[in-house]
T-cell receptor
Framework: GQNIDQPTEMTATEGAIVQINCTYQ??????LFWYQQHAGEAPTFLSY??LDGLEEKGRFSSFLSRSKGYSYLLLKELQMKDSASYLC??????????WGAGTKLIIKP | GAGVSQSPRYKVTKRGQDVALRCDPI?????LYWYRQALGQGPEFLTY????????KSGLPNDRFSAERPEGSISTLTIQRTEQRDSAMYRC???????????????FGAGSRLTVL
């Protein structure tokens, strides 16, 4: 079967750095997405990786290793507004998105 | 429109009634997806369209659920003879690219919260 694993919840301190991991087992691979979802709101797109390596976008970076079936989202200089759920999703060989359950990130002052 | 619009935002209905949830995607977006999302979970795929063609409905839970997108724009998800277990947030998303594209970024609507009493 197809599976996406990510931690249920993480806690970090304002101003610090946090890494949210995602491991996947899917039928084929056509890219990995990270979405941010604030409580009660819709998911919004953060990043897309299809090749191995690190993609940097401001305070957020996303890393992919296809051979290991592994990705992480790195958030730097954490702000209180970063408190949200972070969803990892993989596009399989049929171009269907397989979603993880999300990681709830709690930022403490 | 500027974003994906869903209506109604909240719907309370009695068991056995039919409900219709509407999605108005971003103008020009080719693909439209319906998801269901439980609290603390990722989106659960229901069905999707490229233009007006329903490409995959494998995620629809049973034959009480149906969806259409007759003119390749607005879509309606219909649930017949609702049951309490249908209570959930129903989200629509659209993307500019067709579903066969890798970098297929989804823009989600705010969702329709369905409560079946």
């Amino acid at each position: 079967g197809q599976n996406i694993d990510q931690p249920t919840e993480m806690t970090a301190t304002e101003g610090a750095i946090v890494q949210i991991n995602c491991t996947y087992q899917t039928s084929g691979f056509n890219g990995l997405f990270w979405y941010q979802q604030h409580a009660g709101e819709a998911p919004t797109f953060l990043s897309y990786n299809v090749l191995d390596g690190l993609e940097e976008k401001g305070r957020f970076s996303s890393f992919l290793s296809r051979s290991k079936g592994y990705s992480y989202l790195l958030l730097k200089e954490l702000q209180m507004k970063d408190s949200a759920s972070y969803l990892c999703a993989v596009m399989d060989s049929n171009y269907q998105l397989i979603w993880g359950a999300g990681t709830k990130l709690i930022i403490k002052p | 429109g500027a974003g994906v619009s869903q209506s109604p935002r909240y719907k309370v209905t009695k068991r056995g009634q039919d409900v219709a949830l509407r999605c108005d995607p971003i103008s020009g977006h080719v693909s439209l997806y319906w998801y269901r999302q439980a609290l603390g979970q990722g989106p659960e795929f229901l069905t999707y369209f490229n233009y007006e063609a329903q490409q995959d409905k494998s995620g629809l839970p049973n034959d009480r659920f149906s969806a259409e997108r007759p003119e390749g724009s607005i879509s309606t998800l219909t649930i017949q003879r609702t049951e309490q277990r249908d209570s959930a947030m129903y989200r629509c998303a659209s993307s500019l690219a067709g579903s066969g594209s890798g970098a297929n970024v989804l823009t989600f609507g705010a969702g329709s919260r369905l409560t079946v009493l």
